[in-house]
Nanobody
């Protein structure tokens, strides 16, 4: 069964840091690009960061560039999102996603809630 399981969300003060993790199972992880998305209350889901299969290329939403870092460990089937200098507007449910490639559909995790508040 193909699955993505996120963890690491929680409550953090403005200016703080959090590290989100997403562990994959049931597919060949190192073949797929992986992404983090987020959805704030009352807003559409948006792309936060993406990393290619081998981890050589990354891209970020303008709103998080310079503060967030996406990385992956293909030996552990894991993709992470290091979030620094967090702002209240970063509050959202964060989702891990496997890209649709090789004729296979995308896969989403269940999400993890990040709340940035004093």
């Amino acid at each position: 069964q193909m699955q993505l399981a996120e963890s690491g969300g929680g409550l953090v003060q403005p200016g703080g840091s959090l590290r989100l993790s997403c562990v994959a199972s049931g597919f060949t992880f190192n073949m797929y690009s992986m992404s983090w998305y987020r959805q704030a209350p009352g807003k559409e889901r948006e792309l936060v960061a993406v990393i290619t299969a081998a981890g050589h290329k990354t891209n970020y939403a303008e709103s998080v560039r310079g503060r967030f870092t996406i990385s992956r460990d293909n030996a552990r089937n894991m993709v992470t999102l290091q979030m620094n200098s967090l702002k209240p507007e970063d509050t959202a449910v964060y989702y891990c996603k496997r890209s649709a490639q090789y004729g296979n559909p995308e896969i989403w995790g269940q999400g993890t809630l990040v709340t940035v508040s004093s």
